[in-house]
T-cell receptor, first 113, second 111 residues
Framework: ETGVTQSPTHLIKTRGQQVTLRCSSQSGHNTVSWYQQALGQGPQFIFQYYREEENGRGNFPPRFSGLQFPNYSSELNVNALELDDSALYLC????????????FGSGTQLSVL | EDQVTQSPEALRLQEGESSSLNCSYTVSGLRGLFWYRQDPGKGPEFLFTLYSAGEEKEKERLKATLTKKESFLHITAPKPEDSATYLCAAWGQTGANNLFFGTGTRLTVIP
């Protein structure tokens, strides 16, 4: 049973650029959630995807967008990067959309200069 | 506004010295309280889910409890490998699909 994998592990971008982060969910999981974790903070919910549709969104602007593919893998896209977007981006998969334990990947560390 | 507060922010224990971590929450219609462990450079790892006040769950040296206002993670006779950041998260009625995380307690167990 493979776990949640994220790529790349580290990324450096400049302000105003766009970035795409990728996530492969754990085998058998149809739900993917994305979280942003700033240094010294707890993870903050960005959005969730279930069966290729967005199924809930946190307090993040529209320049944060996502996709889920038929194999349940997912992408997080961030446009017009800002310095405050520097954070660890975590992907988590689960068997259902609410109340299920989340299985997290190791994250992508994004630095915006 | 939903809020989850963890204390202390950091805790240093001698090996074998038991203690408790606190998670206070104000969440509309709590449906579940989760505990996760996070090691440096890794994503959080699931420990427990508690659904109702009075519920307790145990795993090795860890025991989680839940009241109507807070949750405790009790660590009995900790070992150095228990060193990590412990996060609690609330699942409530607001934003039905997301977990609302606290900022964590960074635990260091000294041999």
């Amino acid at each position: 049973e493979t776990g949640v994998t994220q790529s790349p592990t580290h990324l450096i971008k400049t302000r105003g650029q766009q970035v795409t982060l990728r996530c492969s969910s754990q085998s058998g999981h149809n739900t993917v959630s994305w979280y942003q974790q700033a240094l010294g903070q707890g993870p903050q919910f960005i959005f969730q995807y279930y069966r290729e549709e967005e199924n809930g969104r946190g307090n993040f602007p529209p320049r944060f967008s996502g996709l889920q593919f038929p194999n349940y893998s997912s992408e997080l896209n961030v446009n017009a990067l800002e310095l405050d977007d520097s954070a660890l981006y975590l992907c988590a998969s689960s068997l259902a959309t609410g109340g299920e334990k989340l299985f997290f990947g190791s994250g992508t560390q994004l630095s915006v200069l | 506004e939903d809020q989850v507060t963890q204390s202390p922010e950091a805790l240093r224990l001698q090996e074998g010295e038991s203690s408790s971590l606190n998670c206070s929450y104000t969440v509309s219609g709590l449906r579940g309280l989760f505990w996760y462990r996070q090691d440096p450079g890794k994503g959080p790892e699931f420990l427990f889910t508690l659904y109702s006040a009075g519920e307790e769950k145990e795993k090795e040296r860890l025991k989680a409890t839940l009241t109507k206002k807070e949750s405790f993670l009790h660590i009995t006779a900790p070992k150095p490998e228990d060193s990590a950041t412990y996060l609690c998260a609330a699942w409530g009625q607001t934003g039905a699909n997301n977990l609302f995380f606290g900022t964590g307690t960074r635990l260091t167990v000294i041999p």
